[in-house]
């Protein structure tokens, strides 16, 4: 049984930094690309940012680029998302999700793409 789960989260002022992580058993992590996703109320889910099955390469919504980093440690199934410079519009949900395709060669921007989601963590960034 596949399990993704987040953290990480929490409550943090405008300019301050989140670092999320997320943890995925049951897959053979290192086949898989992973995606940050999030949802914001009222919003639909949209695309964060996502990181190459071996870590080589990553891509970033223009929102969070120069903002937002990906990381991915494969020996311990873990992926996370380093957010600095957080504005109030970043306040959302954030999901994790491991790509559909495994052994892609790259990255995918579409959440349909992507299956096996975490529950998500809660991100809120005042002003």
């Known amino acids: 049984q596949v399990q993704v789960v987040e953290s990480g989260g929490g409550l943090v002022q405008a300019g301050g930094s989140l670092r999320l992580s997320c943890t995925a058993s049951?897959?053979?992590?290192?086949?898989?690309?992973m995606g940050w996703f999030r949802q914001a109320p009222g919003k639909e889910r949209e695309f964060v940012g996502a990181?190459?099955?071996?870590?080589?390469?990553?891509y970033f919504a223009d929102s969070v680029k120069g903002r937002f980093t990906i990381f991915r440690d494969n020996a311990r199934n873990t992926v996370a998302l380093q957010m600095n410079s957080l504005k109030p519009e970043d306040t959302a949900v954030y999901y994790c999700?491991?790509?559909?395709?495994?052994?892609?060669?790259?990255?995918?921007?579409?959440?349909?793409?992507?299956?096996?989601w975490g529950q998500g963590t809660q991100v809120t960034v005042s002003s």
């Open positions: 999700a491991a790509d559909k395709v495994p052994y892609r060669g790259g990255v995918t921007t579409d959440k349909n793409s992507y299956d096996y």
């Open positions: 990181i190459s099955r071996v870590g080589s390469g990553a």
């Open positions: 049951g897959l053979t992590f290192s086949s898989r690309a």
